[in-house]
């Protein structure tokens, strides 16, 4: 039986620490201060913004909500991002996408500064990631699996690493972060030939393909770790991930439930980066 990589565990822990940061650092008269960007009233959009103001809360990061009309102009839209550029109180800013289809997404994502990209999503933060500089900050769902992997103690230097996914959000920076640890990187995708066979004899498997079942019992072997980061759903409506979990908990090492697992530290990699950008203001 597998041992259960719980996202809580490590919230938990990150919650102690980031308080603690944020205390000191709202001492010194520099409170850690993240912008919240949101274009109409998507649900999902809505849905994740409650649990980062809850998540803010807990780790003593201000938040400052700039909410607009989903038909707001793009030049309007760049206007407040470049106010928020400037103003040296908010410290990072999660701005929500996709973006209404009148907007030009790229041109948009990238007039926010990368300093303040605690969410990386801009080409500035890609950049820093795949280059190794202290340049913006990679993508939180990216950062949560090392965080996971640091937390619960599984080291991957000299192991041998399958990603499951290629997206500018996961795969591929998930991918460089793991190099940058040491470990030996092979990316899948979904043109990949025989990719059982190669994912198999991987001491650790991070599956971001976002698809469910994906990741089957012939993926897997004793003494693996799964990091299962996809949230994707079954034919009655339950939460599952890319990995048949069934199959996967009575032969792997470690595994990261869905939900409960990569999801529920994203949210607490926002609040670290916008800590870490307060603090670099700070320095």
Do not use: W
Not at 244 to 265: H, K, L, Q, S, Y
């Amino acid at each position: 039986m597998a041992n259960l990589l719980k996202g809580k565990e490590v919230v938990d822990k990150l919650n102690d620490e980031l308080l603690a940061r944020s205390e000191k650092l709202a001492a010194a008269g520099n409170p850690p201060t993240l912008g919240i960007l949101r274009l109409g009233e998507r649900p999902d959009d809505m849905a994740y913004e409650r649990g980062a103001l809850k998540r803010a809360e807990k780790t003593g990061v201000t938040v400052k909500q700039f909410i607009f009309d989903e038909n707001m102009s793009q030049d309007e839209l760049i206007s407040e991002i470049e106010k928020i550029n400037k103003d040296n109180s908010i410290h990072g800013l999660l701005m929500f996408r996709p973006l209404p289809s009148h907007i030009d997404d790229e041109a948009v994502r990238n007039v926010l500064a990368p300093e303040k990209d605690v969410d990386g999503i801009t080409d500035g933060s890609m950049a820093g990631v795949y280059s190794g500089e202290d340049k913006g900050f990679p993508p939180c769902t990216a950062e949560a699996c090392i965080e996971i992997l640091d937390h619960y103690g599984i080291d991957v230097k000299g192991k041998n690493v399958a990603v499951i996914g290629r997206s500018q959000v996961i795969g591929k920076p998930v991918s460089m972060m793991l190099i940058k640890k040491n470990a030996t990187v092979t990316v899948c995708h979904t043109k990949t030939e025989n990719m059982a066979s190669i994912c198999k004899d991987k001491d650790v498997i991070i599956a971001a393909a976002g698809h469910k079942g994906t990741v089957t019992a012939d993926f897997l072997s004793p003494g693996q770790t799964v990091i299962d980061v996809a949230i994707n759903f079954d034919d009655e409506g339950n939460m599952c991930g890319d990995v048949d979990f069934p199959a996967a908990e009575p032969v792997v090492d470690a595994i990261t439930p869905v939900p409960g697992g990569v999801g529920a530290v994203t949210t607490s990699m926002l609040m670290k980066h916008v800590i870490e950008a307060a603090e670099k203001v700070g320095a």
